[in-house]
């Protein structure tokens, strides 16, 4: 049975800050709305693993109490946030979807999630995802999947798909999420939000439990392209305690977001637009693309060729990386340690044994193969090598164009358990997303259109390295088309 | 790139020691047969030409002169504090306070 949940329109950050500081509403008010859409809602999407009620109140309160004697409040002061339970909060638990962390608590904060509570945001919870953000659907979470609040029969995507549900379902009115693949487009797209890829070093990941550390982001998921523009405005930045994170300047945001296509140049990749594109997502792509000509932008067809390699070299460097990463996990720190094992070795073997569930397994015995003595030069020299022409492709592409323009995925939202026996047919989910992260630029999900059956259909918009003005830019006219 | 390889039994179980995972039989049958489909789909990357590329590991690789700000930045080498041992050692399976316990490693 098709069910969509009831929508609900949460008010803009903008609203309620300003809201807040004229004293015409309140954060508290602002998170009791969301925690009475989770009582609400969330048994049935799952969005949340856990919740943190007591403390969002009391930091609401706070807040509250600093707008009644005037002082200027912070960017974020009051707005309800949800964060992806693949980064550490001090006082939260942190699972990242997984048995292993099962019970951790971590001793410290992410600097991301730091920022966001320097700047007045209420921290709602920690929100369901694959494990260790591995995967395309959340059917891989080890605490059972999301479902998107258009159909809850089907998938809302992933890894981060508690982070786009959450927004979806007016839950939270901003989270944050983690893309290594396309985690926070996919998920955004299938969700009808926002989702923000940030150019790789442009937003830490002290705090980030790691997956493929060359790919891994954290980015920002909102209802409208000026919402996640600002989240992104608070989180980006050069952090000491992260070595890749870049010292480039971060502009405002917003400056220039409301300037217009007219004048821009935006290419279009053919190759995003072959075989395998779902008619509806064509259609809704195309359409989008033929308004922005109409408000004035200069559509230049670009090409990039080496696009059919992207999946098969992404999933060699993703799970290398995964394979040396995810060895921390060992039973010795934290997390889950398998019971009466006699020697070290066995019980390594017996607590990743019990603690992984198959997806990353899967991943991680890949990633030792192809890391391995006699593959490494055939697989991972080779990915290294392909990434290079794939990266070079989007450089001499951007010489051209401000933004590229192509579907965020081949399909809307599929069908809970319709892809779960198949490891590649799950992977081909990312096969317009993972060209992003190995070339290291920036990207955003913006809603373009609805199937016949109601599903959202999102746009996807890549920006040069360090380039996100202009892809809010062009995402901020496409909500206007 | 080896064309006709196919990643045998005896390879999953060489690869799971490697990585430190006990697979039972039925895992290690399935995770033969998705190794296989996923290498077989990697085999692709053949098609390309690519003696001459330098391997690329990192964004930074690519972005030459004048992207400065994207090079990674490290921090000046200075002792500050760290996280607390207590702290620490509460997420611990199995800790005296001081240390990690872990099962005997050498054998009398």
């Given at each position: 049975m098709t069910t969509k949940i009831s929508a609900v329109k949460l008010p803009s950050i903008n609203e309620l800050v300003e809201g807040i500081a004229k004293g015409t509403t309140s954060a508290v008010e602002a998170a009791r709305l969301c925690f009475r859409r989770i009582d609400e809602e969330d048994a049935t999407i799952h969005s949340f693993l856990s919740i943190d009620r007591e403390r969002a109140m009391a930091r609401a309160a706070e807040i509250d109490a600093n707008a009644t004697t005037g002082e200027a409040l912070p960017m974020l002061a009051g707005i309800p946030m949800g964060i992806k339970d693949v980064l550490v909060v001090d006082g939260m638990p942190a699972t990242a979807g997984s048995k292993i962390l099962e019970g951790y608590q971590p001793p410290y904060t992410a600097t991301a999630v730091r920022k966001l509570i320097d700047a007045g945001a209420v921290l709602l919870g920690k929100l369901n995802c694959d494990e260790f953000a591995m995967g395309s659907s959340n059917e891989n979470s080890a605490y059972g999947p999301v479902r998107n609040p258009y159909d809850t029969e089907r998938v809302p995507g992933g890894s981060s798909g508690g982070s786009a549900a959450a927004v979806a379902a007016g839950m939270a009115v901003a989270t944050l999420g983690s893309d290594t693949g396309g985690s926070i487009r996919q998920p955004a797209s299938f969700c009808g939000v926002v989702g923000v890829l940030p150019t790789y070093g442009r937003v830490s990941r002290y705090g980030l439990v790691a997956f493929a550390s060359s790919l891994d982001r954290v980015g920002p998921f909102a209802a409208t392209v000026l919402d996640a523009a600002k989240v992104l405005g608070v989180v980006a930045g050069h952090d000491p305690m992260d070595a890749t994170s870049s010292t480039e300047p971060v502009p405002d945001y917003l400056a220039e977001i409301d300037k217009g296509v007219a004048g821009m140049r935006l290419g279009v990749p053919p190759e995003y637009f072959?075989?395998?594109?779902?008619p509806e997502v064509r259609a809704a792509v195309e359409a989008t693309i033929e308004r922005l000509k109409q408000a004035g932008a200069e559509i230049v067809p670009v090409s990039l060729p080496h696009t059919r390699y992207a999946v098969p070299t992404y999933y060699v460097i993703a799970t290398a990386e995964a394979s040396a990463n995810l060895a921390?996990?060992?039973?010795?720190?934290y997390g889950y340690r398998a019971p009466n094992t006699q020697t070290l070795a066995g019980m390594y073997h017996c607590s990743r044994e019990g603690g992984f569930g198959a997806e990353v397994k899967r991943r991680i015995l890949l990633g030792t193969y192809v890391l391995s003595a006699g593959y490494y030069d055939a697989y991972y020299r080779k990915a290294q090598q392909v990434r290079r022409l794939l990266t070079e492709d989007f450089l001499k592409a951007f010489d051209k164009v401000d933004a590229i323009l192509t579907?965020?995925?081949?399909?809307s939202a599929f069908k809970l358990g319709?892809?779960?026996?198949n490891p590649m047919e799950m992977y081909l989910a990312d096969i317009y997303t993972v060209t992003a992260n190995l070339a290291g630029i920036c990207g955003a999900s913006v809603p373009c259109g609805e199937s016949r059956a109601g599903l959202p259909i999102g746009i996807q918009i890549l920006g040069k390295h360090f380039g996100e003005s202009a892809v809010f830019r062009v995402g901020h006219a496409v909500e206007r088309l | 790139m080896v064309e006709n390889e196919r990643v045998a039994t005896e390879d999953v179980v060489r690869i799971a020691e490697l990585a430190n995972l006990e697979l039972t039989a039925a895992e290690t049958a399935r995770m033969q047969r998705d190794l296989n489909s996923i290498l077989d789909y990697v085999t692709q990357l053949n098609e390309l030409e690519t003696s001459s590329v330098e391997p690329m590991a990192q964004v930074s690789d690519v972005?030459?002169?004048?992207?400065?700000?994207?090079r990674p930045a490290l921090r000046e080498d200075r002792v500050m504090p760290c996280l607390d041992r207590q702290r620490v050692m509460a997420?611990?399976?199995?800790?005296d306070g001081t240390f990690f316990k872990v099962p005997k490693v050498i054998e009398r």
């Open positions: 072959g075989e395998g594109l779902d921390r996990f060992d039973g010795v720190r579907p965020t995925a081949p399909t319709e892809k779960t026996d | 972005l030459g002169a004048g992207a400065e700000n994207a997420s611990a399976p199995e800790t």
